[in-house]
């Protein structure tokens, strides 16, 4: 149930930048910020199926790094003038964060470094923002890698951005 209302609140503050966006300045962009950034490994080349067969067939990642370093990554930034939204399709289509334009605040906390270890079911994970919990139990299997989007500025002149991955295990 506390995921159904989770979830109900990140669609209604997505929708907030559609909405009442009628006549009003909304934009989208999608841009390349450098953050720093704390890796995980290539993935494991054994599938899942023996350690935990609800993945197969995904791989796990097993080493993360102590040193970051700077990496590009693709942010996506909806706008109107009362907040901005940024989402990282890389990183599982996570909401990274949110501003109230009228105080400058965070409403969203955006964590300024991508630190990923061993807590997702596939293992890295990242603290901060928002993400999308769907498929199998616990952090989704694409909570860390990149996943399909798309944005689009739609006739009544609201944008829009979709993210999503297919959950193979649940297929």
Wanted: hydrophobic share 35%.
């Amino acid at each position: 149930m506390k995921q159904i209302k989770i979830n109900f609140q990140i669609i209604a503050l997505l929708s907030a930048l559609i909405v009442g966006c009628d006549k009003m300045d909304v934009s989208i962009s999608e841009e390349m910020k450098s953050i720093k950034t704390y890796p995980f490994s290539d993935p494991n080349p054994i599938p899942m199926l023996v350690k935990d067969s609800r993945l197969y067939p995904y791989h796990s990642f097993d080493s993360y790094s102590h040193e970051g370093k700077s990496q590009e990554w693709t942010v996506l930034i909806l706008e109107n003038p009362f907040i901005e939204v940024t989402v990282l399709p890389e990183v599982g289509g996570k909401v990274w964060g949110a501003i109230d334009k009228s105080n400058g605040e965070e409403f969203i906390y955006r964590n300024e470094v991508i630190k990923f270890r061993n807590i997702a079911l596939r293992g890295p994970w990242t603290s901060g923002g928002i993400e999308f919990n769907f498929g199998v139990i616990g952090h989704t299997p694409s909570t860390a890698t990149p996943i399909d989007y798309t944005t689009r500025t739609n006739l009544d002149g609201s944008v829009s951005v979709f993210v999503g991955a297919m959950d193979l295990p649940s297929r």
